[in-house]
């Protein structure tokens, strides 16, 4: 299915009158729940992230908390590497390869596209490196709502000779029509943010990438505010390479992160700068005493897909919190959690504006991100506290991202603080 930005607009109005469907909660004392329009019943939901009971949590794209689900799973490996002994609850890698193939599934990629990595930020370095932007040749382009975090990367590359373009946003948003005019032949990687995390602007990422392919580019796109909470395709999308942390939309843990590189691209393209043991097999030393013999002192297997790309380990504790996580998204739905958010953002939309916060969020972006202007960040943080309301206020902007756990009247609790 195509989910392009110009479809995905068209569609998100649809979405806001769908249904949502309960999920499973890991321990016996939630139960499944359906979840629909009609019978809005989200206290299932809520049980899942207990957090949701103690404040209005709106600070979903900043840290998404976790759920019983995954929480339980952490709690088993813990206990396991505290009483042991043997396999138990262990999690090692035919767990691990669970994990890519659910976010396979979320992202339409195969688990052998999919390596595991710290972070959002070690993918788009790997990007970097494999494409040899260390060499100061060709031109990157990425824009003003791209992730400080990523641009960085672009402008220590800038110190080497590389060319940096940085396309200027306009009310808030870039179109194509800026790439267009940006790319040429010399570009190397076009890198962007799939959904901003300042303001949850949706790229046209589809639009960008046949730009960026037509003239021998590459994309990379940062969907660390994207999978889990919209529908995120990387075929349909044109999209080469992408990471993303788990401990935002996700609903997991920080200490992983999940890299995509598209399969034909693996190796020959994206060549493999980082080296570590996660990337062979079988590995002898032949001149040991009592080892076989070999042709050469030292021999291994090479392993094959984006598993080339793993350098070093992430965190047991955190994947196994995150395959419950993926478990949860994936019945839940993406299509059905941004069905629920949408309504609440459209709310915030309409009325934060009256009460002096304009808002930056391009009109009918369909993403569970909102983002408003502040006059007094100080003023509005108190607020905000006082009345157990979380929302991330900073560069007098405040971003409120609600997800499945949140209903109506957290944005009501919003809303009143500031009034």
Avoid at 318 to 341: M, S, W
């Amino acid at each position: 299915m195509n989910f392009d930005r110009r479809d995905f607009l068209a569609g998100s109005a649809a979405l806001g009158s769908g249904m949502f469907f309960g999920c499973s909660a890991a321990d016996s004392k939630i139960a499944d729940a359906a979840l629909t329009a009609e019978n809005a019943d989200f206290a299932t939901a809520r049980a899942a992230f207990p957090w949701s009971t103690k404040q209005a949590f709106l600070n979903n794209a900043g840290r998404h908390p976790c759920g019983v689900h995954s929480v339980n799973a952490a709690r088993r490996y813990l206990d396991y590497i505290l009483d042991g002994p043997g396999d138990g609850a262990g999690f090692g890698e035919k767990q691990f390869h669970e994990v890519k193939a659910l976010y396979g599934e979320l992202i339409n990629a195969k688990a052998s596209e999919i390596a595991l990595v710290q972070s959002t930020l070690i993918g788009e370095n790997l990007v970097a490196l494999g494409l040899g932007l260390h060499d100061g040749k060709g031109n990157v382009v990425t824009d003003e709502l791209h992730y400080h975090g990523g641009s960085y990367i672009y402008r220590r590359l800038q110190d080497a000779g590389l060319e940096l373009r940085i396309i200027k946003q306009k009310d808030w948003q870039v179109a194509p029509e800026e790439y267009e005019r940006a790319i040429d032949n010399d570009t190397k990687l076009v890198s962007l943010t799939l959904v901003s995390n300042i303001n949850g602007f949706l790229y046209d990422s589809k639009a960008i990438s046949e730009i960026a392919h037509a003239n021998g580019a590459y994309v990379y796109a940062d969907v660390v505010q994207a999978a889990g909470c919209v529908p995120v395709d990387m075929r349909a999308m044109g999209i080469d390479f992408c990471s993303a942390s788990t401990y935002k939309w996700l609903m997991g843990m920080r200490g992983i992160g999940l890299f995509y590189v598209r399969e034909e691209l693996q190796g020959d393209v994206l060549k493999p700068m980082m080296y570590g043991d996660k990337q062979y097999s079988n590995f002898e030393f032949h001149n040991f005493p009592g080892s076989p013999p070999g042709e050469t002192p030292i021999s291994y297997q090479p392993r094959g897909g984006a598993q080339m790309y793993e350098v070093g380990n992430v965190s047991n504790i955190a994947g196994a919190a995150q395959r419950e996580a993926l478990k949860y998204i994936l019945k839940l739905g993406v299509d059905n959690i941004l069905a629920h958010a949408r309504p609440m953002c459209d709310k915030l939309i309409e009325e934060l504006p009256k009460l002096g916060y304009p808002c930056i969020t391009p009109p009918g972006s369909p993403t569970p991100i909102t983002a408003f202007l502040v006059e007094n960040p100080e003023e509005t943080s108190a607020r905000l506290k006082a009345a157990k309301v979380a929302a991330k206020v900073k560069w007098k902007q405040m971003r409120v991202s609600p997800s499945v756990f949140n209903t109506m009247a957290d944005v009501d609790q919003l809303l009143d603080a500031l009034s």
